[in-house]
Structure formats: structure tokens, C-alpha cells
T-cell receptor, first 115, second 113 residues
């Protein structure tokens, strides 16, 4: 049961334009959401996060939007740069059966920025 | 501040063997979690340790096990390796138990032949 879904395995965007990566979730108990970026042969690096009490969080070129009613979040990158080419994972956090918070990751979207 | 360190970075094992992977968390971080990444499957959660206690466990068979030491360093072990265990194994650390934001190491690439 994939509770966090990234339905687009890949996305290509022209340099300078906006990149929009989408993520859907099914578990209404998720209360914290994160985006990670991963280059080949490296571990994922934390990008930006948002709490369920907010609907938008911005950090430089990166903005995350959360639509709780639609159980949907998106990451906007503007303007897109060649160095943004990577795999992006969204993740969501909820209290697990063990009583602790646990992160659940999506399958990732490969973003390619075209110069 | 040094990041999460994983060893070895690359290894090849034969089916049926066992393997131990090591992880040193960021200094001061007491929570360590492990993930498996395979193509098309994203990051699958294996388990999480805090203060030497397993606090969360994913849906993996008992061949996958782990432990955490008093200095927060962690190891994971996979016994009776299968071809499907070939993957990137990622360790992540967090300053608190089941932290919302975790910080990953570069991973250990395991190939089972």
C-alpha cells in the first residue's frame, strides 16, 4: 500500500522556467511533509518541509504547497537551474503503530533541466 | 560538522552469504534509521533505533536486522542474501527520536550475485 505517491516518474523543464513536482498521499494522519533531493551515487539531502498547519512554505527558489483537503503537496522550483537536475522524493510523517513518528517516502520523480 | 558516514560504500556478495553495513551518525544525533532503495520502489523503511532501542520497524523479513551501540553508531545485517537484496542501503540520523527531518549518508551499494 503506497501511502505516498509520486505519479510522475520523470519531468523535463527548460532552464529558467518553473518546475512543479507533485505528490499525493492517502493517510490523513500525516502531519509533516518533506522534500528531499538526490543526485546519483549520493544520499538524499533535505530540501524543504511543511507542517500540516500551514499551506505554504518558501525557501529561496523552493516553495512547497500543501492542500490538505486534496491530500496533495507540490514543490515549485523557480527559476529552474541545471543543478536542479536530480531525483526528488517527497516524504510524510505520522505516528506509527509503535507510537513514534515515522517517515514514508514516495518513489521519486527524476527532474531534468534542459539548458 | 561531519555528516552521516556509511561503510563500506560498495560491496559484492554471493547469494546465501550475510553482510553487515555500518553507519556513524552526525555527532550528537541519537536516532538512526535505515532505508533500502531499489529502482522504482523509492525509499523503503527498514528500521529505526534510538538510544540502542529499536523504535520503528518496516515490513522486511527477519533476515534484516540491526542494532545501535551506546555511541549511537549503528549496524544492519542481512543474512542469507538473495538476489533481490541488491540495492542501495541508506542510513539517516536525526537529533531526536523519530525526528521529522532526517539526514542521510551516501549509502552502501550492495550487489548480490
Amino acid at each position: 500500500d503506497q501511502q505516498v505517491k509520486q505519479n510522475s516518474p520523470s519531468l523535463s523543464v527548460q532552464e529558467g522556467r518553473i518546475s512543479i513536482l507533485n505528490c499525493d498521499y492517502t493517510n490523513s494522519m500525516f502531519d509533516y511533509f518533506l522534500w528531499y533531493k538526490k543526485y546519483p551515487a549520493e544520499g538524499p539531502t533535505f530540501l524543504i518541509s511543511i507542517s500540516s498547519i500551514k499551506d505554504k512554505n518558501e525557501d529561496g527558489r523552493f516553495t512547497v504547497f500543501l492542500n490538505k483537503s486534496a491530500k496533495h503537496l507540490s514543490l515549485h522550483i523557480v527559476p529552474s537551474q541545471p543543478g536542479d537536475s536530480a531525483v526528488y522524493f517527497c516524504a510524510a510523517s505520522a505516528i506509527s503503530n509503535f507510537g513514534n513518528e515515522k517517515l514514508t517516502f514516495g518513489t521519486g520523480t527524476r527532474l531534468t533541466i534542459i539548458p | 560538522k561531519a555528516g552521516v558516514t556509511q561503510t563500506p560504500r560498495y560491496l559484492i556478495k554471493t547469494r546465501g552469504q550475510q553482510v553487515t553495513l555500518s553507519c556513524s551518525p552526525i555527532s550528537g544525533h541519537r536516532s538512526v534509521s535505515w532505508y533500502q532503495q531499489t529502482p522504482g520502489q523509492g525509499l523503503q523503511f527498514l528500521f529505526e533505533y534510538f538510544s540502542e532501542t529499536q523504535r520503528n520497524k518496516g515490513n522486511f523479513p527477519g533476515r534484516f536486522s540491526g542494532r545501535q551501540f551506546s555511541n549511537s553508531r549503528s549496524e544492519m545485517n542481512v543474512s542469507t542474501l538473495e538476489l533481490g537484496d541488491s540495492a542501495l542501503y541508506l542510513c539517516a540520523s536525526s537529533p531526536r527520536a523519530s525526528g521529522n527531518t532526517i539526514y542521510f549518508g551516501e549509502g552502501s551499494w550492495l550487489t548480490v550475485v
